[in-house]
């Protein structure tokens, strides 16, 4: 659908963004904006924001941003033209007619669906018949009830022995023209010039439906064991195009929706036995790999689709190829997990030996993409030699450059330089003995006077590094202050300061009650958190803080500040945290591997790491930009 800018800017502005986000989401005004829960990702606290001003909403969890036509797609799960067709409809807009050539297309595939809806229709009788017997004796064997097979419209078609035309004739005697057949890759027209015959012979048949749910194609499956192809699929038509569609895709697509998951299995019967046992969310590709454009699909319709495999090394090498195709993709928020299936087992198997609970276990933990990645990566590579290593390291790096997202790419990236940290730790044993192979500071293994520079070491500079909490737990100190007198302010941070690793064991109780409230629905005024924390038998705790003189610059922490300068006060206290940890976690690293080696390279890497730190450290806590609200000036 080819629209011009101006027709899109109008129909925009035709809508208030928050009213039809309103429709969906529960939005409480915030100023010039309204916050709500998100409806793209599963949270308990407000993160999600809608600016009518500026005709976009953005979730600070999740990343998801965009406009109306955005939000209708992405909450209803319809296609651009099917939402620009819905959003005109409410204002009495009229969508551009398309051109003639397009007319003409449309009508010649509203034709072809009508042709396969009557195939399918033809072929779900053929099963319920007398033909189809043991074709139903197998479903039902498989322990399908009525009600799946109806709703899955699984069909039967007629043929081996007993003939090659069956559905050609029977379409023929409706109407049905040889070319739209041929057109719908139901029948097969031979090269040599001979009769058309049917596709699908002697197969139990799985309608496959494009996202409105028309049947586009089918899947057949052999109930002869002497069939050679075991499972048949209809070939590429102007109707099916195999890579951009999957198998269930309607169905799921509104359970997806509603449960925020949608898990990727590899068969027609996984995904019926799975929706069957109460699990909806399921689709299938069909035959092939993951597509780019399939990968695309399932992100319209969760954030993290689940990719499931066989636990064999087939599976974990199908896994691997499909985290090829995503990398390259990966944006804000939007990701993969992967489950691997037990040993023999397949999702279809699993869930009726084991139960729906069993299987949704496996759902909910299944591993997110990281970690899969890494272990592709790291199994059974020997990591004894630095060559070795350095070869393991170039291979990472190598493979982490396809994401083409900059942000995303950092992180994995710097998540991996942690990784590999820990892999390549040395685990020698310091020893005062003469055990082969290890060395320690009496041993007079290893580079002359190793020993005796270790032993110093650990005397002088990296035996200093570990004064470095008082500076930390004072920051800590100021940013659960300002929670304590200003908690509206979690609610935007409410994951990052969950995240927080604290030294401070006592503000990490205070910061889990806060964290605990917002769980609860309890609400975030000074008064009930003050009653909250007395009720905890934390109120020294707080008391404490609100004594503490060396915090009193932090002016913006205390009660008498206003909300405005006191988040901004607590954005500038958190970034420096972050720094602060951040060059705290290089030093300790770098510190670690001179004592390992204790080399030229390592001595430059590990003082840089002092200087930055040490640097960050010392540095008085400058905080520019607020203080106006307060009727206070802040001076450097």
Request: some cysteine; proline content about 4%; overall charge negative.
């Amino acid at each position: 659908m080819a629209l011009s800018p101006q027709f899109l800017d109008e129909l925009k502005h035709r809508f208030t963004l928050s009213d039809v986000v309103g429709r969906t989401v529960k939005l409480v005004r915030r100023g010039r904006e309204h916050t709500g829960l998100c409806p793209f990702h599963g949270e308990k606290t407000p993160s999600f924001t809608v600016n009518d001003q500026k005709g976009f909403y953005h979730c600070f969890g999740c990343g998801a941003h965009g406009g109306v036509i955005d939000f209708v797609m992405g909450t209803e799960g319809l296609t651009f033209p099917e939402t620009i067709e819905k959003l005109a409809g409410e204002v009495g807009m009229e969508v551009p007619k398309p051109s003639r050539e397009q007319v003409e297309r449309d009508k010649k595939r509203s034709s072809l669906s009508e042709v396969m809806e009557m195939v399918t229709t033809w072929y779900e009788a053929q099963l319920q018949g007398a033909v189809g017997a043991s074709a139903l004796s197998y479903v039902r064997g498989r322990g399908l009830r009525s009600d799946t097979i109806t709703s899955f419209r699984l069909g039967y078609a007629p043929g081996g022995r007993a003939g090659r035309t069956h559905l050609k004739d029977a379409m023929l005697a409706r109407g049905v023209t040889e070319d739209q057949l041929i057109e719908t890759g139901m029948v097969i027209k031979p090269e040599s010039g001979g009769e058309s015959y049917d596709r699908f012979r002697d197969r139990l048949m799985f309608p496959i439906a494009d996202r409105q749910g028309r049947i586009i194609a089918f899947g057949g499956r052999a109930l002869s064991s002497d069939v050679k192809a075991k499972y048949l699929n209809s070939p590429e038509t102007s109707l099916f195009h195999k890579g951009a569609t999957l198998y269930n895709w309607a169905n799921a697509r509104q359970a997806a929706y509603d449960t925020g998951q949608v898990m990727v299995v590899e068969g027609y019967m996984d995904v019926i036995a799975l929706a069957e046992a109460g699990i909806p969310y399921c689709v299938a590709p069909l035959g092939t790999a993951l597509t780019e454009e399939q990968i695309a699909h399932l992100w319209h319709m969760a954030d993290e689709p689940i990719l499931s495999f066989d636990g064999d090394n087939a599976g974990r090498r199908a896994a691997t190829r499909a985290m090829d195709r995503a990398l390259p993709m990966l944006q804000p928020g939007k990701s993969l997990r992967f489950l691997f299936m037990p040993e023999g087992e397949d999702p279809d198997t699993l869930v009726r030996k084991e139960g729906k609970t069993v299987l949704e276990t496996m759902i909910d933990t299944a591993d997110p993409l990281v970690s899969v990645l890494w272990q592709s990566l790291t199994d059974g590579v020997a990591v004894d030699t630095p060559e070795r290593r350095a070869g393991l390291e170039k291979a990472i790096f190598i493979k982490l450059a396809d994401i083409q997202d900059e942000n995303i790419k950092k992180l994995y990236q710097g998540e991996f330089r942690d990784r590999l940290y820990q892999l390549f730790r040395p685990q020698k044993k310091w020893t005062a003995g003469h055990e082969k192979g290890k060395y320690s500071p009496r041993s007079g293994h290893g580079r002359k006077g190793q020993g005796l520079a270790t032993g110093l070491l650990a005397k002088t500079m990296l035996g200093r590094s570990r004064g470095v909490e008082p500076v930390t737990i004072m920051i800590e100190r100021i940013l659960l202050l300002c929670l304590i007198n200003h908690p509206a302010i979690l609610l935007k941070y409410t994951e990052e300061v969950a995240a927080l690793n604290l030294v401070d064991e006592d503000l990490g109780q205070i910061r889990n009650l806060l964290i605990q409230m917002i769980d609860d629905e309890i609400s975030l005024d000074r008064e009930h958190v003050q009653h909250q924390i007395s009720e905890s038998g934390l109120a020294h705790v707080a008391g404490k803080l609100m004594q503490d003189k060396a915090l009193k610059g932090d002016w913006f922490a205390y009660p008498e500040a206003a909300l405005g300068d006191a988040e901004t006060g607590f954005a500038h206290t958190m970034a420096r945290y972050r720094h602060l940890t951040s060059a705290r976690s290089d030093y300790l690293r770098a510190e670690a591997e001179y004592a390992a080696d204790m080399t030229e390279e390592n001595q430059e890497r590990f003082f840089a790491a002092q200087q930055v730190f040490r640097a960050l450290e010392e540095k008085e806590a400058t905080i520019y930009g607020y203080g106006i609200e307060s009727n206070k000036v802040h001076e450097a």
